[in-house]
DNA sequence: CGTGTAAGGAATTCTGACACG
DNA sequence: CGTGTAAGGAATTCTGACACG
């Protein structure tokens, strides 16, 4: 239907969520993780994390496989095998889907409440009475409820 | 009901939010965006976007500014020129960080309610007499309200 | 204004081998 | 088991110039 960008927040963000995929080098993911090059290629040929060769270049690692890399390592800081720390680290993995599940389905937009920053969640309750805000204070985030008569 | 492993996920969310620094070189944001190097380039020159040159060697973009190149570029395939186009995606800036905020805030963890995921979003009111879950179903996402004395 | 390209140099990543252990 | 390194080649990115417009 359209390829295009909806003014909406929400559309946007499904919309980008949704096109943009993107990779890491090695370099980035070493980088950031403080595992080294020749782990990241050892620990892949063990089939502990994956990359993606596309054509049949360098290696691409995604966001979650960064993130798989990080806590691997942490794990094994805290004196655990490369094995062990995998195994660990694999229970962690759902949750990034979760949350990026979450805001996707819930995300209406960004408002202003009370002079705050508040980010739309939707309806509150399946009767559509109540609308629940997220507003972004200083050092922490309030829940607030309207109900839906005050909008 | 509580599925929870070694540091809790909140710290483990936490900690690698705010550890995990990671920029994306430019070939992996031209392959992500379809915006070419050249283009790139030129955006930055103009002081559109931003890059990082570590040790005066490659350009590195963190997320953020991947999204704001794609975003860009969405509003110029409808029409705008370049100069609209950026300022119309600044307007888009915030909501990424205010997201992110929300959820280092009130991501409590993950757990399992009526056999579903839930994300556990913390108290819903000062008085801390409810909780507020995210129910995470096949198609959309719940919010699931349950008293203190029930937990 | 905005982007592409050819050019030569610099920085990055590749594989397979070998070292250490 | 798990990681580092030296080596030579392949792929990536750099800048400044020039083209088109």
Redesign the pocket.
Known sequence: MNNTLDPSFREQLRFVTKNVHWYL????V?EATG?????????EQ?GYIE?K???????KYTYGTLIKVFIIKNY?EQGF???AAVKKAAAHKETTELIKRFVLDRFEGVETIDGLPAINLGYLDKAKSERLFALIKEDHTDFKIIPTSEA
């Not at 080098?25 to 980035?28: A, K």
């Not at 595992?35 to 620990?43: A, E, F, G, K, T």
């Not at 060769?53 to 290696?59: H, P, T, V």
């Open positions: 080098g090695i370099g980035d070493a595992v080294s090059q020749s782990q990241l290629r050892y620990w063990k990359s060769k596309e054509n049949n270049q360098n290696r094994m095998t490369l094995g």
